[in-house]
């Protein structure tokens, strides 16, 4: 399974940079052989949701408490996931055929569990 984590900063939202990284993501799970994607969102990120709604994620649990702050503060989180069947590389022409290349060692990004 991989995890996305993913923001993109309020003056660059609306320009495809979101879009543009998911697919890449798409594509990276494809070379990987990943079978599930999942992403976290918290409560009240409509938009965030619909966004990742828009390319084939389900809100699967909605744990509560499931995130704390450095202020020690709870919130709740949506857990989002997608199959990634091979064959969606078809549904996702845009995206470059050639093998993505390798994300920082962070895992801040993704993370492949």
């Given at each position: 399974?991989g ?14 940079l ?30 965030a949701?619909?966004?990742f ?27 989002m ?33």
């Open positions: 399974m995890e996305i984590r993913l923001f993109v900063s309020e003056p660059f939202r609306g320009l495809g979101g879009s543009a990284l998911v697919q890449g993501l798409l594509d990276l799970a494809l070379d990987e052989d990943l079978q599930w994607l999942q992403v976290e969102v918290m409560a009240g990120y409509i938009k949701v619909d966004f709604r828009a390319y084939g994620f389900e809100i699967k649990a909605l744990p509560t408490d499931y995130f704390i702050d450095g202020n020690r503060r709870a919130f709740e989180v949506g857990l996931l997608r199959p990634v069947p091979q064959y969606e590389r078809e549904a996702f022409p845009e995206v470059k055929k050639e093998k993505a290349p390798k994300m920082p060692s962070t895992g801040s990004v993704w993370r492949k569990s």
